[in-house]
């Protein structure tokens, strides 16, 4: 018998303070959630991030198992990059000659993984997958950005990293003619447990310490969680859009795969497994 997850969740997105478009995009829509942040400076960037999510809207209101569910959601990437290409191309091709798209993606699936249920997480460029858990934060994603390499490297250190002129670079995103390699990796997450993927104007904006701060407050709702983490970004200067998405780990429920009873003992008997 699987266990099915019961969720509870919330979005919220901000323009910020600087910017005249919202280039972020987002979709939550059980059993998939994701948020796709619109390159900044480039032509399109908004479009991009919609299409990414047009494409993962897809994925909402089905059942998967794991291997189905990460097949999904990289499929649901390439058709995404295949369009914001073909729409960089049509644009060129109309005499816009420099043309230039792009987007990042962190998304997330649960799927059915039988005794728990999993959840698959993929991300794309710098915006953000977390957990909150028994008071502590852990980012599960790992930003694809030139900061992230010069840490990795030992060249800076992470406090650096956050005022290196050079931090919002990202190394990997969706919209160049290189393939988009995203990162995809499958976690269990208890009962209590906080999912939370944002663009990089919330992570950017306020520090991992503020986030769990937000996060750690059981009396808030979902909702007004993502609210609370993109008000609190936009109040911290809001130099970029800001969206969070927060995803509450309720309960898990035994979900029988027979109708009845009476099915149940039907087809263990056909099994022989009753005799």
């Known amino acids: 018998m699987s266990r099915k997850v019961v969720i509870a969740h919330g979005a919220a ?14 979709v939550a829509e059980p ?16 479009i991009a991030s919609e299409m990414v999510i047009q494409e993962f809207a897809k994925l909402g209101g089905t059942h998967y198992v794991s291997e189905s569910g990460s097949q999904a959601m990289v499929e649901a990437l390439q058709a995404a990059q295949d369009r914001i290409v073909a729409f960089a191309l049509e644009q060129r091709s109309r005499g816009a000659s420099d043309y230039q798209s792009g987007t990042t993606c962190a998304a997330a699936l649960i799927a ?9 997480l993929l991300n794309v460029g710098d915006s953000r997958i977390y957990r909150y858990f ?17 840490v990795d490297s030992g060249q800076i250190t992470p406090e650096q990293a956050e005022h290196h002129p050079e931090r919002n670079v ?18 269990t997450l208890p009962v209590g447990a906080r999912l939370m993927l944002c663009s990089d104007g919330v992570s ?27 008000a609190a970004a936009v109040e911290a200067g809001g130099r970029d859009n800001a969206t969070a998405i927060v995803v509450d780990v309720m309960g898990l429920t035994e979900e029988n795969p ?3 009873e009476q099915q149940r003992v039907s087809m263990e008997q056909k099994l022989g497994v009753l005799p």
């Open 31 to 46: 059993p998939v959630f994701v948020v796709a942040d619109g390159m900044g400076g480039h032509d399109g960037g908004d």
């Open 112 to 120: 059915d993984g039988g005794s728990s249920p999993l959840w698959i």
């Open 134 to 150: 028994d008071g502590t934060l852990s980012q599960l994603s790992r930003d694809h950005s030139l900061v992230q390499e010069l």
């Open 13 to 26: 997105t901000d323009v910020g303070q600087v910017r005249k478009v919202n280039e972020d995009s987002h």
């Open 204 to 230: 950017g904006m306020i520090s991992d310490a503020e986030i769990a701060d937000i996060l750690a407050a059981e009396e808030t709702d979902a909702r007004d969680t993502a609210e609370k983490l993109v």
């Open 258 to 260: 027979y109708d009845s």
């Open 170 to 187: 990202v190394t990997r995103a969706l919209g160049g003619m290189a393939p988009a390699v995203p990162d995809i990796f499958q976690v």
